[in-house]
C-alpha cells in the first residue's frame, strides 16, 4: 500500500514539474482576420453587417471591403456607411471642430428579402483576403396568444443597514407559443416598448418625437423551465444557467407542438410621465407594447448561450472559472452573423394627452 501510495505521489510531482514548462507563443501582429458581425431579420428590407479587421494586439476598422450578399444565388450590393461626426476640442485654440467619428468597425448596408428557406451568403474581401458565411432564413415559430393581469411582488435587496423588502406591481404576460414543425427550432422573446410624442402649437402640429427600445422583463423562472432537458450531460449544464440575461431558449421541451409561458413587466414601464417642452401648448403621446419572437439557427443559439455564460460569471478573468469561448460561423476570417424569422404581437396603449406648462417641478 505505502508502495503504492509512493509511486502516485512521485506521478504527481512529475506531472506538476511538467506543467511548469514555459511554451514560446510567436505571432505576427500583422496577422489580421476578417471579422464580420450582423443580425438581421427577415422583417426588414434593410439589413447592416459590421466588419473590422482583427489582429492579435487590436481591431482596426475596414473602411475599404467589397461586401455583397446573395439571396438564392441573387447579389445585393452593400455600400458603406458613413460612420458620422464627433466634436474635437483643440486644447491650444481652444475651438470645437467636428470630425468623422473614429470606430473599430465599419457598417455596411444593403436591400434585400429574405423569406423562410432561403439560402443567404454573405461575403467580405479586401485584396486576396475573403471571408464569408452561409446561413438559411429559419422557420418563424407563433405567438398563438396572450394574457395579461397586474400582480403584486414582494421582492428583496441587500440594503446597508441588512436584507429589506418592498413591493412592485407587474403586468404578467402568460403566452402561448407554438413550435415550428418539422425543425429544431432556437428563439428569443423581446418586449419592446415604442413611443410617439407629439407637440402642438394651437391645433398646429410642431414637432413628432419617436423612441423604441427594448425592455428588461423578469421571469422569476427560466423562460422554458430546465431549458432543453437534454440528453447529454454537457448539454444540461450549458442549459442550466442560473441567469439567462439574453431571454433565448429552444423547443427541446415542445418540439412541433406549444408551450406556455410567463414575463413580467414592472407597471412603470407603460406609465406616461410628463415633461416640459417650451412653446408647447399641449402633448399627445401614444405608445405600444409589442412581444417579439424570434427564430434562428444552432449557432447564434449557442452564442447567446456563451454570452449568459459570461453575464452570469462576469466578464473579468476568474482564474476559477474555465474561459468562455464564444462561437464563430465565419468562414476565412472571425465573427457571428445571424438571421432572424421574427412574429410580433402588439398592444396599443391608450393616448394620454397633457399640457406641458401646467406641471410644476421642485
Not at 158 to 172: A, H, I, N, R, S
Not at 243 to 254: L, P, R
Not at 309 to 318: A, I, R
Not at 339 to 344: E, F, R, V
Amino acid at each position: 500500500m505505502k508502495r503504492t501510495l509512493l509511486i502516485i505521489i512521485t506521478a504527481a510531482a512529475l506531472l506538476l514539474a511538467a506543467c511548469q514548462n514555459t511554451i514560446r507563443y510567436e505571432y505576427d501582429i500583422n496577422d489580421g482576420k476578417i471579422t464580420l458581425l450582423g443580425q438581421l431579420s427577415s422583417v426588414d428590407s434593410v439589413h447592416s453587417v459590421f466588419l473590422s479587421m482583427s489582429y492579435p494586439d487590436r481591431i482596426d476598422s475596414l473602411a475599404d471591403a467589397t461586401v455583397s450578399c446573395y439571396v438564392n444565388g441573387e447579389r445585393h450590393q452593400a455600400s458603406k456607411v458613413h460612420p458620422g461626426y464627433q466634436e474635437q476640442y483643440d486644447i491650444i485654440t481652444q475651438e470645437i471642430t467636428m470630425v468623422p467619428r473614429k470606430n473599430r468597425y465599419t457598417e455596411y448596408r444593403f436591400q434585400a428579402g429574405f423569406k423562410p428557406g432561403d439560402d443567404v451568403r454573405i461575403e467580405a474581401s479586401k485584396g486576396d483576403m475573403k471571408a464569408w458565411v452561409e446561413l438559411e432564413v429559419p422557420q418563424p415559430g407563433k405567438i398563438v396568444s396572450v394574457d395579461t393581469v397586474t400582480v403584486v411582488k414582494k421582492l428583496s435587496y441587500q440594503d446597508l443597514d441588512g436584507t429589506d423588502t418592498y413591493e412592485q406591481e407587474y403586468v404578467e404576460f402568460t403566452i402561448r407559443l407554438k413550435d415550428a414543425e418539422g425543425t429544431d427550432s432556437y428563439f428569443t422573446l423581446d418586449a419592446v416598448m415604442a413611443e410617439v410624442t407629439k407637440l402642438f402649437s394651437g391645433e398646429l402640429i410642431t414637432e413628432t418625437l419617436q423612441s423604441a427600445g427594448r425592455l428588461d422583463y423578469e421571469t422569476f423562472h427560466d423562460l422554458v423551465l430546465e431549458d432543453g432537458y437534454s440528453s447529454g450531460i454537457g448539454d444540461m449544464f450549458e442549459d442550466l444557467l442560473p441567469v439567462n440575461s439574453t431571454h433565448c431558449f429552444s423547443d427541446k421541451m415542445f418540439q412541433d407542438g406549444e408551450t406556455t409561458v410567463k414575463l413580467y413587466v414592472p407597471t412603470y414601464c407603460f406609465t406616461v410621465y410628463p415633461n416640459f417642452y417650451p412653446d408647447t401648448d399641449l402633448v399627445q403621446v401614444d405608445k405600444s407594447f409589442s412581444l417579439v419572437l424570434n427564430s434562428f439557427d444552432r449557432s447564434f443559439y449557442n452564442y447567446l448561450r456563451a454570452l449568459n455564460n459570461m453575464f452570469c460569471y462576469g466578464f473579468d478573468v476568474n482564474p476559477i472559472v474555465e474561459p468562455t469561448m464564444l462561437p464563430n460561423n465565419v468562414t476565412g476570417g472571425m465573427g457571428m452573423v445571424s438571421i432572424a424569422a421574427g412574429t410580433s404581437f402588439e398592444i396599443v396603449l391608450p393616448t394620454v394627452t397633457y399640457k406641458p406648462y401646467e406641471i410644476i417641478y421642485y
